[in-house]
């Protein structure tokens, strides 16, 4: 790797190159260009060059890249030649829709428990994943070797589950609440508001009338 410090939309695209390399591979393509990557993906072909030189070299040049083994080199990259197990805090709407996405099996990430304070739903099932009280967190984490910790409670809950995923040693926080959750700086953390995705369309499509 030439730099520490890569820029995160390089790590984004990375994600979004894996994802076609995986498509164009089950069609059966051996050995694909930066070119026809870039067109897959919406990008331009020195953007995807500029990016993979980040951490070294994988192509060959007049003849491409190998399909299987840049998938694998991106993966590694991304950290998914591994399996990661991770743990849901909420069993209310969101936190059901999460633990039924199969996306998070196809990239590696395991849902090894979900919890909840409301003792109606502690014991049973979603979707295959057992409900646990709150209070058995540091336990399971312990037990699964838990890294990852997805919060998926109601804004005014947020900051609070925060702390206690804190507490018990969590590393990475995915925080899908609508709120601003403060944690330390050795913990990892990314929110998904999908409140501010929309607000991000809208004002796109405003600028879109404004030029007409």
Not at 108 to 121: H, M, R, T, W
Request: net charge positive.
């Amino acid at each position: 790797m030439k730099t520490s410090k890569i820029p995160e939309a390089t790590i984004i695209r990375l994600s979004v190159y894996s994802r076609f390399l995986t498509q164009v591979d089950q069609r059966g393509v051996v050995t694909i260009s930066s070119g026809e990557i870039a067109e897959g993906v919406g990008v331009s072909p020195a953007q995807v060059r500029k990016d993979l030189a980040y951490f070294g070299e994988f192509g060959t040049r007049g003849v491409g890249y190998n399909v299987k083994d840049l998938h694998r080199h991106i993966m590694k990259i991304l950290g998914l030649n591994t399996h990661w197990p991770v743990v849901i805090i909420g069993a209310g709407n969101l936190g059901t829709a999460l633990s039924m996405y199969g996306g998070f099996r196809e990239r590696g990430f395991k849902i090894v428990g979900i919890f909840d304070n409301d003792p109606q739903k502690v014991g049973y099932k979603l979707n295959g994943v057992m409900v646990y009280a709150l209070n058995d967190l540091e336990k399971v984490m312990k037990e699964e070797n838990v890294q990852i910790g997805i919060v998926a409670v109601p804004a005014h809950h947020a900051q609070e589950v925060a702390n206690i995923l804190v507490e018990t040693g969590i590393s990475a926080i995915l925080n899908f609440a609508p709120k601003v959750i403060n944690v330390p700086k050795n913990v990892e953390m990314r929110n998904v508001d999908l409140t501010v995705n929309l607000e991000i369309l809208t004002f796109n499509l405003g600028l879109s009338k404004d030029k007409h």
